[in-house]
């Protein structure tokens, strides 16, 4: 049985996990058969957004690690304490959280001085050094695959949004311009992304792509 992370960023869409594609990743490694260890770092929200209006709420804080708690039924480890060697593979799901708390790429207007939280940076330097498989959807693949990875020529998917595509190429990295219901592999470098809700217009729309992406990555992982 494959060991499989899976790195959140707290809980909604507009600062934190995507809860659909964190939930869709979830069930297809249930599918698989997979053993998931879900991780945040323990760290607070760069914001609190109100998910009615898509408002900042001022005067509150959320802790990241917290608020993932919710999107894994309190089964949550601190990434500060997850070992990769332990890892077969790990998957980000997407959100303005992989964004805004798992990196500043929402924030950083340049991509050379772009940084990603360091437990995460060293989960992904640490798993692709060991060429274990890593799977990126929805932004995470330019918002963390393609700034931990800056300059590795890395084969990524946004989907086909120009702007984000520009940023992982200032990176040193490759976009690849895919549908919503395929994935990206870039075999060098064992990694899977896929644009999920950069491109889905409802659930089934991401499922399609999520799906593929997570049984790819347990093939990978053996």
């Known amino acids: ?51 009615r209006t898509g408002q900042p709420v001022g005067g509150e804080e959320r802790n990241v690690l917290t608020e993932s708690a919710r999107l894994a039924r309190g089964e949550i480890t601190n990434i500060a304490d997850v070992n990769a060697e332990e890892l077969d593979a790990v998957i980000f799901p997407g959100g303005f959280g992989a964004a805004k708390n798992l990196s500043d790429f929402a924030y950083n207007p340049n991509p050379d001085e772009m940084v990603v939280q360091m437990h995460v940076q060293q989960l992904v330097e640490n798993m692709h050094t060991a060429g274990k498989p890593i ?20 084969k990524l998917t946004i989907g086909n949004a120009a702007d984000f595509a520009e940023k992982v190429e200032a990176l040193g990295n490759t976009h690849i311009d895919c549908a919503v219901e395929d994935i990206v592999i870039d075999d060098e470098h064992n990694i899977v992304s896929t644009p999920a809700y950069m491109l889905a217009q409802n659930i089934l729309e991401a499922e399609s792509g999520i799906e593929k992406l997570v049984a790819e990555i347990c093939r990978r992982a053996g």
Do not use: W
Not at 15 to 28: Q, V
Not at 138 to 152: D, F, M, N, Q, T
């Open 135 to 154: 799977g990126f959807i929805c932004i995470s693949p330019a918002s963390i695959g393609a700034v931990a990875l800056r300059g590795k020529g890395v």
């Open 1 to 51: 049985m494959a060991k499989i992370g899976v790195v959140m960023a707290g809980c909604g869409v507009n600062d934190g996990s995507e809860i659909y594609e964190g939930t869709l990743t979830l069930l297809h490694l249930a599918t698989q058969g997979a053993e998931v260890v879900c991780m945040a770092p323990d760290m607070s929200q760069i914001d609190v957004i109100d998910h």
